[in-house]
């Protein structure tokens, strides 16, 4: 998996952070991603373009543990005609609806502390122009994952989330990154295809979770459950 991507890096408390983010993408073919936080469950949706987009920096987040992945997609609306996102006002924290994130996926072994990540990115600049690599067949099939060892008090290669600055931090090791990726894959093998075998409201979505237990709030109230919808006919 082939990107091309800005590389960022900002001095802070004596420390230097590496921030990468997507390149924008073509004006014909654009990316399309929106998050936000209902409140009692996260809700992201991309398209096409956005499932590979996702995948391609989930990959990069497993193999980059120097680095904060960076999506900057607060402005996004999400798109019309969405079936079971709960979505009302305007998204703004001040009407009680959802508010707009935006997305940082980061390794665990960085330890940012979540409530730099403002300041951080205020003194984001222009970036330089990179080309990152990945292998196309960086997740493991589904068939090699054993889930139940998930449930292990031993376990540790869970996702975390935390949210600072309108922005949902996903937390967790290079194996946590892989084995929840070969899910994200999906959008985009599987769900392209789904709306031909299953007309409407059927939509095709993953669903992450903070911790070993799905649905459960994670640190500081953050809600536990991220629910990715795939919208191939993105309409806003």
């Known amino acids: 998996m082939e990107q091309r991507v800005r590389v960022h890096k900002v001095r802070l408390g004596g420390e230097e952070i590496r921030v990468v983010q997507p390149w924008p993408g073509s004006a014909s073919a654009p990316a399309r991603l929106a998050l936000r936080d209902d409140h009692h469950w996260l809700s992201m949706y991309v398209d096409r373009p956005g499932a590979e987009q996702l995948v391609a920096l989930w990959s990069l987040a497993a193999r980059s543990a120097r680095s904060l992945i960076h999506l900057p997609i607060r402005t996004s609306r999400p798109p019309d005609g969405i079936t079971g996102d709960g979505l009302t006002g305007d998204g703004g924290p001040g009407d009680g609806g959802p508010v707009a994130l935006d997305l940082v996926l980061a390794h ?20 330089r122009p990179h080309t990152t690599a990945t292998p196309d067949d960086d997740f493991p099939d589904e068939t090699a994952i054993d889930h139940r060892r998930r449930f292990w008090p031993t376990y540790r290669d869970h996702l975390a989330f935390d949210l600072a600055a309108h922005t949902l931090f996903v937390i967790g090791s290079a194996t946590a990154f892989r084995e929840h990726g070969t899910a994200l894959r ?6 392209p295809s789904h709306s031909h075998r299953h007309p409407p409201p ?13 649905g459960t709030r994670a640190r500081r109230g953050v809600p536990g459950r991220l629910h990715i919808q795939y919208a191939g006919d993105w309409r806003v």
């Open 108 to 127: 665990h072994s960085l330890r940012f502390p979540t409530s730099s990540w403002k300041e951080v990115r205020a003194r984001l600049g222009r970036g």
């Open 186 to 191: 999906d959008l985009v093998t599987r769900a």
């Open 202 to 214: 059927a939509h095709y979505c993953v669903e992450l979770s903070s911790g070993p237990w799905p």
